[in-house]
């Protein structure tokens, strides 16, 4: 039965949450035979975070018990939708490892439906034609304090409404002249039952029926006959929906619909240092802040590949945090946490300098050169190993030497010893500077016996740095990618606009990095932790054979924790 599955992931075991045990009880009891789900986006925006918590939760939940999830565009509203933001969710679904067999639905599909359905309210005198504006409307609706008040056009005949209603379709109104309603309640203490709107006039063509309709049903509407056409079972979604629950058993209780899916709620993703309003993220995009919705600054899904997050570092971050009934907020760590994790057990080591020092070996034959034998993985055998070319003159970081050590640095200074990762011990002996006074080259003499790192004798080096031979290094742009804003609630009480916490150090830029040649080699996505410095990825969007472009993914560190010490 089940057509729901997931790509090989390290998710661990599923902990049990509240969704879970209606579920379980459900199926127990004999209420249901099997559970259908659904992950029904609008295609009006990219995917951030908090939608692969719903898809992990929604496909999960499908997976685990056997059912199906269904994937649904709710595609009511022309006039921000559009068929990249479509395919883009697809290609996300997809790649946190998820699939949605035969069953991918469009509310377009149930246009007609849709319009049955409301005509049907109308003869039974439990739908009006409203002819007020939009103030108009608002300015009767009342507060939550006092009751909302009747439209003047409330009492319109079935006859004339459904007239109204037909005329509405075939376009002889303006928009905004007349919408639907539905006749609840306007005294209701809950807003949205005070005769919510249900249909309004657009005239504009849809990516997909193009200009066959120019009326469209609004979501709380359409959503809810849409679960019950598919036979969907418990309708996950988030705790801003709790309100608009008692319209979705209103609705389905109205009419001759195939069954009544459970509408259950929980807490949406809040995640530190971020935002994820999508008014915000569009903000961002258009005011060029960032680079598009892929840049990988962003919450975006499409922004977090491209950084160098993997699926499953997605999936086990969701697992972690877990499904609750009140909205707090996520600390990003844990998501830069669950990314360190996996990126541990699968992404091979390489050498890489980002901010190079020349260094040169005295001593060591001139023009000659020789390769050392490097794990791809410390601790996982089954990676192999690679070749690291070494010669007379190689790069290490700037940082990795001080001419006046500090206390308890235990790298390379004048007269110290250090070791080359995976070579020789160096010692140096004398620096050159420019003249300016800064250092451009650091000599060093070798201990040849020491080939592999070991002395020979037995004496104790402190230090080991990494280094890339000069002779055969890769050049490459790094970008070193942080947290977009510098406070962890960008826009909150203290702060009314969220621009102002923007953390200008969240991008820098590095051209003349060196890298060690096996990288020549990298793929798109290709993912390595470059040792002692993080994990990074090359850039999908702008690295190029011979110009390349790696993203820092994350540090090897929680660096912002230390930062707080």
Known sequence: MTETKTAETTAPEKAANFIRNIVTDDLKTGKHTGIVTRFPPEPNGYLHIGHAKSICLNFGLALDFGGRCHLRFDDTNPTKEDIEYEDSIKENVKWLGFDWGQHMYYASNYFQKFYDYAVLLIEKGLAYVDSLSADEMRALRGTLNEPGKESPYRSRSVEENLDLFRRMRAGEFEEGSNVLRLKIDMASPNINLRDPVIYRIRKVEHHRTGDAWCIYPMYDYAHCISDAIEGITHSVCTLEFEDHRPLYDWVLDQLPVPCHPQQIEFARLNLSYTVMSKRKLLELVQEKLVDGWDDPRMPTLVGLRRRGFTPQSIVNFCETIGVGKSDSFIDMSILEESVREDLNL????????????????????????????????????????????????????????????????????????????????????????????????????????????????????????????????????????????????????????????????????????????????????????????????????????????????????????????
């Open 346 to 565: 699968r992404a091979p080591r390489a050498m890489s300098v980002l901010r190079p020092l020349k260094l040169v070996i005295e001593g060591y034959p001139e023009g000659e050169s020789e390769e050392f034998e490097a794990a791809n993985h410390p601790n996982d055998p089954e990676m192999g190993t690679r070749k690291v070319p070494f010669s007379k003159t190689v790069y290490i970081e700037r940082d990795d030497f001080q001419e006046e050590p500090a206390k308890g640095f235990f790298r390379l200074a004048p007269g110290r010893e250090v070791r080359l990762r995976y070579a020789y011990i160096i010692r140096c002996e004398s620096v050159v500077k420019d003249e300016n006074g800064e250092i451009v080259e650091v000599r060093c003499s070798y201990d040849p016996a020491s080939r592999g790192g070991s002395a020979p004798d037995g004496r104790k080096i402190k230090g080991t740095i990494h280094w890339v031979s000069a002779d055969h290094a890769v050049d490459a742009e790094v970008r070193l990618y942080d947290r977009l804003f510098s406070t962890p609630n960008p826009g909150g009480k203290n702060e009314p606009d969220y621009r102002t916490s923007i953390n200008p150090k969240s991008i820098e830029i590095l051209s003349g990095c060196k890298l060690e040649p096996s990288l020549a080699g990298a793929t798109l996505e290709s993912r390595y932790q470059f040792e002692r410095l993080g994990y990074f990825c090359l850039d999908s969007k702008d690295s190029k054979p011979g110009a390349l472009v790696f993203n820092r993914t994350s540090t090897l560190r929680d660096s912002w924790s230390e930062q707080k010490k």
